[in-house]
């Protein structure tokens, strides 16, 4: 285990300045990561996507936190907008957490490749925004939420790349927005995180040291250095040139995709 933690310790220093440096959220870097660890250790193949994806909830449920607290010092989050989306997403990230136990492995792979591949062209080649629509209304942002949560169950994700993108449409600053999604991310991590871990209470054959699906010691490798790292990424931000660093980012994010889905194919 104390392989595992050093591992991860080192990866979180650089998931940390790649957060910083591109406002992703960590799942989109860890689940990946966790995948490729789970397998050089030889753990059951039915089980890797699982412990990916829940481990990486965990470690959002710290990153969370921290990312609201720094929001709420500037004042910048909509209580209210936090309070509807996030009755949707109670209910959204409980049934995720169901349908991602019952996948098929290959199917969990495949969908979190495709998402990646999205991400990543949305980031190279970013589209237009649409005309912004009306303001949402308390039950389309319950409905909303519960979309988000069910999608960032089943990824592993904190939900940003859902949730700033459909406030922005609707009329909500950018700067809220973003703010809003870091509160959002703590129900979305902690409800995941808690029914990932009673899903794999009494499951046989996961990696030692692990909680449910919750594999603890690659857990506690990336939160330690990633919150030390993640705000070098937010000092570079400001100093590299963003633009290019983003589009030879999502060329690795759209590679790593094609592995996931290399080994999904064979």
Not at 9 to 20: M, R
Not at 70 to 98: D, E, N, T, Y
Not at 225 to 241: D, E, I, R, T
């Amino acid at each position: 285990m104390l392989e595992i933690f050093v591992i991860c310790l080192l990866f979180g220093c650089f998931s940390g300045v790649l957060a910083g440096l591109f406002g992703v959220g960590g799942g989109l870097v860890l689940v990946p990561f966790f995948v490729f660890l789970l397998d050089w250790q030889a753990v059951p193949s039915h089980w890797v996507m699982l412990v990916a994806v829940a481990t990486s909830l965990a470690t959002i449920v710290v990153t969370s936190i921290a990312a609201s607290l720094a929001h709420m010092r500037l004042g910048s989050i909509i209580w209210p907008l936090v309070f509807k989306l996030s009755a949707g997403i109670l209910f959204g990230v409980l049934v995720g957490s169901l349908v991602a136990d019952s996948l098929l492995f290959e199917n969990l792979r495949l969908i979190f490749a495709l998402y990646m591949l999205s991400v990543a062209i949305q980031m190279a080649w970013p589209m237009l925004q649409p005309v912004q629509g009306k303001l949402l209304s308390g039950t389309r942002l319950k409905l909303s939420g519960a979309i988000i949560g069910f999608v960032s169950a089943i990824l592993g994700i904190g939900g940003g790349t859902l949730t700033v993108p459909l406030l922005a449409r609707h009329r909500v600053p950018m700067r809220n927005a973003v703010a809003v999604s870091s509160a959002c991310g703590l129900p979305i991590a902690v409800v995941g995180t808690i029914s990932y871990a009673v899903l794999g209470w009494h499951k046989t054959g996961l990696p030692t040291g692990c909680l449910g699906y919750i594999y603890l010691p690659a857990f506690a490798g990336i939160v330690i250095s990633s919150m030390v790292s993640a705000p070098l990424g937010a000092q570079l931000a400001n100093k590299l040139p963003a633009a290019l660093l983003k589009r030879f980012f999502a060329i690795l994010l759209i590679l790593v995709a094609l592995k996931l889905l290399w080994v999904w194919v064979y």
